[in-house]
């Protein structure tokens, strides 16, 4: 088994076998809490006019998401864990739109043979499944900030999930206390917590608390229906 770790949206273009596309902070932690809360499924779309245009068409659908990390006008979720943790999706359909994660999986869905999200809250039934499926080639494709800079988050996920499935162990407090003194501290500045939220980084660098993939499949229209399998 080839393991790549791949970074933003070129790295999701160079996408082969078994993409994990992985958005730690928040947007594959808030959909895996969506599936968890009952959510018949997710369909991930790259642009706010195409999550617009699904609900005209479908008036009961649930429209998540953010550019830059504010809720985007009309929406009814922003891109925060702590607020859809609580929310009963049962038998809906969220439509989901994220300035870095959702992009990359319409991306890496171009070239992939499949496709599955990656965060550590669901880290180990990743690593299961792959471990299942067995692929040549896995690429770990770490989305970054909005898609345009590097991260410590998501490229920690990606080498949390080689390691293991390496065989080699991982210090996962020590990339905690890492993310929460790098590219996590705008979620302890006062000046950015207005969208930013103390609790939501805490809820995303939790590991291992569902046991379910969320993987990908093309859905009418160009977007990407994320439906769970248990591992």
């Not at 040549?136 to 999930?161: N, P, Q, R």
């Not at 162990?169 to 993310?179: L, N, Q, T």
């Given at each position: 088994?080839k393991?790549k770790?791949?970074q933003?949206?070129?790295?999701?273009?160079?996408?082969?076998?078994?993409?994990?596309?992985?958005?730690?902070?928040?947007?594959?932690?808030?959909?895996?809490?969506?599936?968890e809360n009952g959510?018949?499924?997710i369909?991930a779309?790259k642009?706010?006019?195409?999550?617009?245009?699904?609900?005209?068409?479908?008036?009961?659908?649930v429209?998540i998401?953010?550019r830059?990390?504010?809720?985007?006008?009309?929406?009814?979720?922003g891109?925060?864990?702590?607020?859809?943790?609580?929310v009963?999706?049962?038998?809906?359909?969220?439509?989901?739109?994220?300035?870095?994660?959702t992009?990359?999986?319409?991306?890496?869905?171009?070239r992939?043979?499949e496709v599955?999200?990656?965060s550590?809250?669901?880290?180990?039934?990743i690593?299961?499944?792959?471990?299942?499926?067995?692929?040549?080639?896995?690429?770990?494709?770490?989305m970054?900030?909005?898609?345009?800079y590097?991260v410590?988050e998501d490229?920690?996920?990606?080498?949390?999930?080689?390691?293991?499935?390496?065989?080699r162990?991982?210090?996962?407090?020590?990339?905690?206390?890492i993310?929460r003194?790098?590219s996590?501290?705008?979620?302890?500045?006062?000046?950015?917590?207005?969208?930013?939220?103390?609790?939501?980084?805490?809820?995303?660098?939790?590991?291992?608390?569902f046991?379910?993939?969320l993987?990908?499949?093309?859905?009418?229209?160009?977007?990407l229906?994320?439906?769970?399998?248990?591992?």
């Amino acid at each position: 088994m080839k393991i790549k770790i791949l970074q933003l949206l070129e790295g999701a273009r160079q996408s082969e076998g078994l993409a994990v596309v992985i958005d730690v902070l928040r947007a594959f932690t808030v959909a895996c809490h969506v599936i968890e809360n009952g959510a018949e499924k997710i369909i991930a779309v790259k642009d706010v006019e195409a999550a617009f245009s699904l609900r005209e068409e479908h008036p009961g659908y649930v429209l998540i998401g953010e550019r830059y990390e504010a809720i985007v006008p009309g929406f009814d979720f922003g891109n925060h864990p702590s607020h859809i943790a609580p929310v009963d999706f049962t038998g809906k359909t969220a439509v989901l739109t994220t300035s870095a994660g959702t992009l990359g999986l319409v991306h890496a869905a171009d070239r992939a043979d499949e496709v599955i999200t990656g965060s550590f809250v669901n880290a180990g039934a990743i690593i299961r499944y792959i471990r299942e499926r067995q692929p040549d080639v896995v690429s770990l494709v770490c989305m970054g900030y909005s898609a345009e800079y590097e991260v410590e988050e998501d490229t920690f996920c990606a080498e949390y999930i080689k390691n293991a499935l390496e065989n080699r162990p991982s210090d996962f407090e020590e990339m905690v206390r890492i993310v929460r003194e790098t590219s996590g501290r705008r979620f302890f500045d006062p000046a950015t917590m207005n969208h930013s939220l103390p609790e939501d980084f805490e809820m995303c660098m939790r590991l291992n608390i569902f046991d379910f993939v969320l993987k990908a499949t093309r859905e009418r229209g160009g977007g990407l229906a994320l439906f769970r399998e248990t591992v």
